[in-house]
């Protein structure tokens, strides 16, 4: 009988051992907050968060906006994670300003916060952010697109397929980046549409999305039907913008159309010679430094760093184009292929 109390008694503490095991990794929750579901971009995202959460044996919940610009169901999806005890989280803002006092309310509350891909306004207002450098970004499309077109460059005829109405950062660092790199005056480097070059056909938002970058090219070449060059805030933009060129018969190569992301479905469009070049991001890598980076946080209290003289992280930008430009680092569709997402 003693016998029996000793194993039960060992048994019983070994229970105790196994359950406070299981509270504390239930207690390390962490979150990942996306602009919208279904943008492959942000798949991807969600691919890499919880493959790291599983190797780290963290808790992941994930919670995305039903449209980009959503900030309301972004602003309850914190204070789900605030309200759960969770250690901190990554975050897409859907508006880079708006987002902030809900965020501050997390830091408040002992979270860390962690922005990826689209900076808050001001940068500071996070932990810190793991992002593309987007402005760097357009510029290597920018540079790309005159260097292809060379000296009828100075005669483009430029649409510009823009996010959102409210200039999330990403907007505007990806725009303005592009122009810059085209060698264009573009005035206030952080606001999209106070330039006066008479290359810009004009600028209409469209979600990131293929319809709204069908309609924004529709309204545009309404206005512009020369229109010989076509900036797109993403890769899905630009699908949507070359259905409507390819609807107006504008699909004959007389118009270089370039974007931003090098998501595997953009790359194949490079290398159908449906967008001529694109820069290569990699949320993956973004979503899983970012788990890492809380895991960290909840083990030891250490937040993480930025890069050497930016104020974030820099996750990398490759251009990603068949047809090379002198002065213009790149890389092949195939390379493309081999990265892409990650």
């Known amino acids: 009988m003693g016998k029996f109390l000793k194993v039960a008694a060992a048994g019983a503490v070994m229970l105790g051992l196994m359950c406070g095991t299981a509270a504390y990794a239930q207690e390390v929750v962490v979150g990942l907050i996306t602009k919208t579901e279904g943008n492959p971009f942000f798949v991807k995202m969600r691919e890499g ?73 001001p940068i500071d207002a996070a932990d810190a952010t793991f992002a593309t450098d987007n402005r760097k970004a357009g510029m290597l499309i920018g ?28 907007d505007y660092l990806r725009n303005q980046g592009f122009l810059e790199g085209f060698g264009i005056d573009v005035k206030d480097p952080n606001r999209i549409g106070d330039e006066d070059d008479p290359r810009i056909c004009g600028s209409e938002v469209t979600a990131g999305a293929p319809d709204g970058g069908r309609t924004a090219m529709e309204t545009l070449l309404q206005k512009c039907p020369d229109i010989n060059v076509v900036y797109a805030i993403n890769e899905p933009a630009a699908a949507g913008g070359y259905e409507a060129l390819k609807a107006a018969g504008r699909d004959d190569g007389s118009v270089l159309i370039v974007a931003v992301d090098g998501g ?26 970012a788990m890492e980076a809380i895991k960290k946080f909840a083990d030891t209290g250490e937040k993480p760093s930025a890069t050497e003289g930016l104020d974030f992280f820099d996750t990398g930008a490759t251009l990603v184009t068949d047809k090379p430009v002198d002065g213009v680092e790149s890389i092949d569709t195939t390379k493309g292929t081999e990265l892409c997402w990650g």
């Open 49 to 121: 968060a919880q493959a790291k959460a599983d190797e780290l044996g963290i808790e992941l919940r994930t919670f995305a906006g039903k449209f980009d610009g959503d900030n309301d169901s972004q602003i309850a999806a914190i204070e789900n994670l605030i309200a759960s005890g969770a250690k901190g989280f990554a975050i897409v803002p859907s508006d880079s300003s708006a987002i902030v006092p809900t965020i501050q309310q997390a830091r408040d509350a002992g979270l860390l916060v962690i922005v990826l891909d689209t900076p808050l306004d």
């Open 143 to 170: 540079q790309w697109a005159a260097g292809t077109l060379g000296d009828a460059a100075a005669t483009a005829k430029i649409a510009l397929l823009d996010l959102a109405v409210n200039q999330p950062t990403v």
């Open 264 to 289: 595997c479905p953009g790359v194949a469009d490079v290398k159908a010679g449906v967008i001529g070049a694109t820069s290569q991001q990699y949320p993956l890598l973004m979503a899983s430094m």
